[in-house]
Antibody
């Protein structure tokens, strides 16, 4: 059973920071880019960020650009999303998705981020 | 950015009857390598999304053959030949041809009449 596992979600106040992480099996993680996709409560899916295998290319949705930073540790098969200056509209479930830039084949169970005063 | 427009947004269906969901993109989804990177996902209540179809018409392993995908250029369709109770959920199309950003349709909610 393939497993992508997210962690790190929680409740924070507007303006605060949070870091979510994802661990994936080697055969998904190795040589592949990884994405973060989020879903606000009761809403649809929104792509957030992508990182290539060697961290050469990183992309962000306009809604998070300048506030979120994606990174990865290939020695540990993990990818992280550092989220700063959080806003109430960042509330939602954050999914780690791979492999590659186009596949979106494997999704984790998601981690819930709640931004509320 | 490529806009993905799904219709209908709500689809009440009778068990055993066929159903189809349309997905239109604001520009052609043919990539420079000649492929079309259009995926379909199913999200059952309380679950993570699951990919059903990749590159327009390729069914994922374990996906029942009552699901099929078709289309070209800017118009795509997900079809269910005979709807079963386990098919209830929200279905999304997504394009991975023109990025960033990668973009999803609004979602179509399938429910049983």
């Amino acid at each position: 059973q393939v497993q992508v596992v997210e962690s790190g979600g929680g409740v924070v106040q507007p303006g605060e920071s949070l870091r979510v992480s994802c661990a994936a099996p080697g055969h998904i993680f190795s040589d592949n880019g990884m994405h973060w996709v989020r879903q606000a409560p009761g809403k649809g899916l929104e792509w957030v960020s992508f990182i290539s295998y060697h961290s050469t290319n990183m992309y962000y949705a306009d809604s998070v650009k300048g506030r979120f930073t994606i990174s990865r540790d290939n020695s540990k098969n993990t990818v992280s999303l550092q989220m700063d200056s959080l806003r109430t509209e960042d509330t939602g479930v954050y999914y780690c998705v791979g492999p590659s830039w186009w596949s979106f084949e494997f999704w984790g169970q998601g981690t819930l981020v709640t931004v509320s005063s | 950015d490529v806009v993905m427009t799904q219709s209908p947004l709500s689809l009440p269906v009778t068990l055993g009857q066929p159903a189809s969901i349309s997905c239109r993109s604001s520009q052609s989804l043919v990539y420079s390598d000649g492929n079309i990177y259009l995926n379909w996902f199913q999200q059952r209540p309380g679950q993570s999304p699951r990919r059903l179809i990749y590159m327009v018409s390729n069914r994922d392993s374990g996906v029942p053959d009552r699901f099929s995908g078709s289309g070209s250029g800017t118009d795509f369709t997900l079809s269910i030949s005979r709807v079963e109770a386990e098919d209830v959920g929200v279905y999304y199309c997504m394009q991975a041809t023109h990025w960033p950003p990668w973009t999803f349709g609004q979602g179509t909610k399938v429910e049983i009449k």
